[in-house]
């Protein structure tokens, strides 16, 4: 059924816009020849018969977990933006973003 | 003192033969001497270790009776949050990161009065089944230093196994408790999907991972169970009622028990050493008194393939957030936010971890999501529908962890096809959310441990530890 | 108007923050305006390893909203992850739903001036909103408050079945009431707790759809109407041109009443949902749907009908009372305490909502006591005190809080009970007009209004006029 992915420069960098990755001119030939041989044999898949066969996304189901809609108490904002790269002491710093709202 | 199992160890220290802080200075002493040779062992967190040592001594003094395990020590796989102690789940992407939070069981741990040493290496992010990925180098097997520990939990393996620690926790994804355990010699817990609660537990994915605990024998591993187990308001997935009970049985007795043998999975692809090993095993379990019935598994072509697909979806996704931003790497070869972005991204994740990315990216993306998402989320029905109705018949099925016994560092690294396809017996266990036990069972002609697995019907870890626990006394 | 030829046609989106009084997966307070990063926990900032929780309100107020809105209730729901990078969303997945919302298919009727007409409502779902970023142009850089992020939102999906801004509004105005009337979100459109989004397209009457574009960035229901004028005169313009329409966002400005494209981002649409494995799949239990229906708050329109018949007001009267929930809640307070349902109505509607309009106050921030206001009612109903009394009283009440029967004491406005003190009165202004009095004797009955107003003047307006004119005519017979 599915039609083998060729891994050509155009599915590669979109690949690498979803994954937010910037390969290396080193690392682009390893990846192509990996995903290919990983996706060759995932294609398995298509031999499987499952039709009306409902999706399974988790291992049970069967059971409703909630939350009461208490508020507790927040952290602390230190420890919130204790790890940070870069901080004001209120927020989060980031870099400009040159593609913008 | 290292050749005492965990249990041991807390006999010992209740009746005062030895001191809390004496147990784990030896236990340190040993990490700082024979380590250097393992690489299992990321950070150590001594001086906090130390202090509550004397705290637990002090209530142990006082007459408290903490847990079954209190005094003893615990070494923590690095993908499972320590307030205040460095966690990066072997990856260049998370070092320096020191959490804010105690993942829910670390707290147990405490609560029991266990005393953690530190964090164990392993394959980074838990991708693996070698632990050679992870930044720091990778982890060596204390049976023979050339070859590798297994993984994702090699660390947590090799600790136990070179008598650094007597009791460990690892993650098991796709076999990562299971195997390493098999290539070490040690014993391991894979529980059911929602056993043990995944909150602090730095996830790979999310729908498989569980923690569990690995030891020297099956009885630590279940006494350490029943103190992580149970369920936890911050994860709505940790679906059991309350901790496992383990109830001490003086009968070693196996009848009536029906015991499943996949005999496909004994036919080529198998090592000689491990097939007679397993079925060997098999025998002592009949002679215990169960009943082995031979039946062919069905869909094995199809579990790694449903297993990749949905891991590595699951991974895209769970891996987003490790941006620099937040915590973590950050490039510092970028002023610009999407450069920022890529830039820390691709300098903090390794090889394996990128491919597992953009695999999981191309599965879910437009045009690809329902030839490969799709279907494996219904290949994954399929397995299950499948173990459901084999655990109508058979209480428990033995299977080998791997099929092979623990290979040379370097050998497979460069062939993640191969490596994958190591996971053929463990996968599909976590595609369908079930328990597992792995104990050793013998040893290949390169003196190289081998283990095998006993799986059960959901929640079923009871009948597990029992029949595994029968296994361990009748073989000592 | 002047497109005969083109139709507009409008679908919306529209995001509405739930008033709970945590977030949708953490028990961080769901509140705005607080210090940047302080409503901030591990698993709203995304930090490793953290799991959400779904908060039961939310899923209630979802259920509400979707049987307010005529919806589908799902029997199973489930929860996906909405993939993509972004510094305001810390996980870089937002928790939404896409294959299996909790609410579908619904509707909602509208009324225009001279027409009605039912919108169908595609789908309402649960999301967790993103933060706030503030860009600093002076250091060149963004910066990140994650206090927003996991604020409960439903957003609300309509089919594209308006062709005008009148509709647009009107439907509108019709969903922040329920919405307010189930007290589930405060409608502020200024705070963003409501946020509409307009996809629009414009078709040959008959032909097939257009291509849409969507804007944003509308805060006030004005601005909606303005963005839409614009746009459909936009795209017009491009299609007589014989151009073509680009898919796009566009951000709408208010200041300046024009909307700009907004610059599209690489892959922006391959979104990579897939069932979020966290959060189980959820079973809406039949036995707790069935409380949740039977303990949905009266909206306006069930108000105004049971205004109409059971307090016999008009339906003018009961749509204005309607409007706000805070006013129909003082309406209805006020007629059972005071027994007085077309007199309360009278009051709040010819003073209450006059003195808001007056003070600049929203009906939200309205509070009054309603047993002051209930005794007013019962004095001028009574005679004690007469209209231009009531109504003095009424200000001072809604300005000052003042205690009203001590207020009307203090300045002596209550009226005069006591008869003897109207006969001096009338005695004496017979004494001082003889010929008013002898033109009344002799059948001039124009000469006792006049008595009549002299009386009450020399009372200062306080002598119940019933009595007056009784001590009037009894003092001129006897004159």
């Known amino acids: ?101 | 003192m290292f050749e005492l199992t965990a249990l041991e160890l807390s006999t010992a220290i209740s009746s005062k033969q030895i001191g809390v802080e004496e147990a784990l200075s030896a236990y340190f002493k040993s990490i700082e001497t024979e380590d250097g040779k393992y690489n299992s062992f990321l950070s150590l967190s001594k001086e906090a270790a130390l202090t509550k040592a004397r705290e637990i001594q002090k209530r142990i003094d006082a007459g408290e009776r903490i847990s079954p395990l209190a005094g003893v020590p615990i070494a923590i796989k690095d993908n499972i949050s320590t307030k205040d102690i460095e966690t990066t789940c072997a990856s260049k992407a998370l070092s320096g990161y020191v959490p804010v939070y105690n993942a829910t069981v670390v707290d147990k741990l405490e609560e029991a009065g266990m005393i953690v040493v530190g964090k164990l290496n392993m394959d980074e992010f838990a991708m693996g089944g070698s632990s050679e990925t992870g930044y720091m180098g990778p982890v060596r097997n204390p049976w023979d230093s050339y070859r590798v520990a297994g993984g994702s939990s090699g660390g947590s393996a090799a600790a136990i196994a070179a008598g650094m620690v007597p009791l460990a926790l690892g993650t098991d994804t796709g076999g990562s408790i299971r195997q390493p355990c098999s290539f070490c010699g040690t014993t391991g817990i894979k529980p059911t999907y929602g056993a043990v609660s995944r909150y602090g537990l730095i996830a790979y994915a999310s729908s498989l991972d569980q923690i569990g605990p690995m030891g020297k024998n099956l009885e630590d591993c279940a006494t350490l169970l029943s103190i992580i187990s149970g369920p936890d308001e911050k994860d709505g997935t940790c679906i059991i009622e309350k901790p496992f009970e383990f109830e001490q049985s003086d009968s070693n007795s196996l009848d009536g028990m029906i015991i499943g043998i996949p005999k496909n999975y004994y036919e080529g692809g198998i090592d000689n050493s491990v097939k007679t090993s397993v079925l060997a095993a098999a025998r002592k379990l009949e002679e215990a008194g169960a009943r082995l019935e031979e039946f062919e598994m069905p869909l094995m072509e199809y579990m790694i393939p449903t297993y990749y697909v949905i891991a590595c979806a699951e991974a895209s996704s769970n891996l987003s957030r490790f941006d620099g931003l937040k915590y973590g790497h950050y490039t510092s070869d970028s002023d610009e936010l999407s450069d920022f972005y890529r830039n820390s991204r691709s300098e903090g994740f390794g090889m394996e971890i990128k491919r597992r990315i953009m695999l999981g990216s191309f599965v879910l993306s437009s045009g690809y999501y329902d030839a490969y998402y799709k279907k494996a989320l219904q290949a994954r029905r399929l397995i299950k529908d499948a173990y459901d109705s084999l655990f109508q018949r058979y209480d428990m099925i033995i299977s080998p962890v791997a099929p092979t016994t623990a290979y040379k560092i370097g050998e497979n690294i460069d062939d993640p096809l191969k490596m994958y396809m190591g996971d053929i017996y463990t996968v599909s266990i976590n595609l369908a959310g079930l328990p597992a036990v792995s104990l050793p069972c013998g040893f290949d002609e390169n003196k190289l441990p081998i283990g095998f697995q006993l799986i059960g019907k959901a929640f079923s870890e009871p009948t597990l530890v029992k029949a595994g626990k029968t296994y361990q006394l009748i073989n000592n | 108007m002047s497109n005969t030829t083109f139709e507009t046609v409008i679908g919306l989106e529209i995001h509405a923050e739930l008033s709970t009084r945590s977030k949708i997966f953490c028990g961080c307070s769901n509140s705005f305006g607080a210090m940047p990063n302080t409503n901030v926990c591990p698993i709203c900032s995304g930090m490793p390893g953290a799991l959400p929780m779904l908060n039961r309100t939310v899923l209630e107020y979802a259920i509400r909203a979707g049987l307010a809105l005529n919806c589908e209730i799902a029997d199973r729901t489930v929860f996906d992850r909405k993939n993509y990078f972004y510094p305001d969303l810390p996980k870089a997945y937002q928790i939404s739903q896409l294959y299996s919302p909790i609410c579908t298919n619904g509707f909602m009727e509208i009324e225009t001036n001279d027409y009605i007409k039912t919108i169908g409502i595609r789908e309402i779902h649960m999301e967790e909103d993103a933060g706030k970023l503030i860009h600093d142009i002076a250091n060149d850089s963004t910066l990140m408050d994650f206090n927003r992020c996991g604020v409960p939102l439903l957003e609300i999906v309509t089919n594209p079945d308006f062709n005008s801004s009148d509709e647009v509004i009107a439907f509108l105005e019709i969903l922040r009431e329920t919405l307010l009337y189930l007290d589930i979100c405060d409608c502020k459109m200024e705070e963003g707790s409501l946020r509409v989004d307009v996809n629009l397209s414009m078709h040959l009457h008959g032909s097939e759809l257009g291509t849409r574009t969507e804007m944003k960035n509308l805060n006030s229901f004005k601005a909606i109407s303005r963005a839409i004028e614009f746009e459909s005169a936009r795209q017009q313009k491009i299609l007589m041109a014989g151009g073509v329409v680009t898919q796009e966002t566009r951000r709408w400005n208010d200041n300046i009443g024009i909307s700009v494209a907004m610059r599209s981002k690489e892959n922006a649409q391959d979104y990579r949902y897939f069932p979020e494995p966290d959060l189980l799949p959820i079973f809406i239990d039949e036995h707790w749907l069935e409380e949740i229906k039977t303990s949905q708050p009266e909206l306006a329109h069930e108000k105004r009908i049971r205004y109409i018949d059971s307090y016999a007001i008009s339906p003018n009267d009961a749509a204005i009372l309607t409007t706000h929930m805070n006013i129909s809640i003082l309406f209805e307070a006020l007629s059972s305490q005071s027994g007085e349902p077309i007199e309360s109505a009278r009051l709040i509607i010819g003073e209450i909502l006059r003195l808001l309009s007056q003070s600049g106050t929203q009906a939200d921030d309205l509070s009054i006591d309603v047993s002051k206001l209930s005794t007013l009612i019962d004095y001028v109903l009574s005679g004690k005190i007469n209209r231009n009394v009531y109504k003095e009283a009424i200000e001072a009440v809604f300005t000052s809080d003042v205690d009203p029967v001590s207020y009307i004491e203090d300045k002596g406005l209550m009226m005069l009970d006591d008869y003897s003190t109207c006969q001096e009165a009338a005695k004496v202004v017979i004494a001082n007009n003889p010929d008013a009095a002898s033109d009344y004797l002799s059948g001039k009955d124009k000469a006792f209004g006049f008595l009549v107003g002299q009386t009450m003047q020399l009372l200062k307006g306080k002598g119940n006029p019933e009595l007056v004119r009784k001590a009037l005519e009894e003092e001129l017979l006897l004159h």
Do not use: W
Request: charged fraction near 35%; proline fraction near 5%; glycine fraction near 2%.
């Open chain 1, 1 to 101: 059924m599915s039609k083998p992915v060729e891994i050509d420069d155009k599915l590669l960098s979109y690949l690498e816009d979803l994954s937010l990755l910037r390969l290396s001119d080193e690392e682009k030939p390893r990846i192509v020849k990996d995903l290919g041989e990983i996706i060759n044999y995932i294609n398995k898949l298509s031999e499987l018969d499952t039709e009306n066969i409902p999706q399974c996304s988790h291992p049970f189901d069967n059971v409703n977990a909630f939350r009461s809609d208490e508020a507790q108490e927040s952290y602390e904002r230190e420890l919130i933006l204790k790890n940070a790269a870069n901080e004001n002491g209120e927020m989060f710093i980031a870099p400009k973003t040159v593609d913008t709202q």
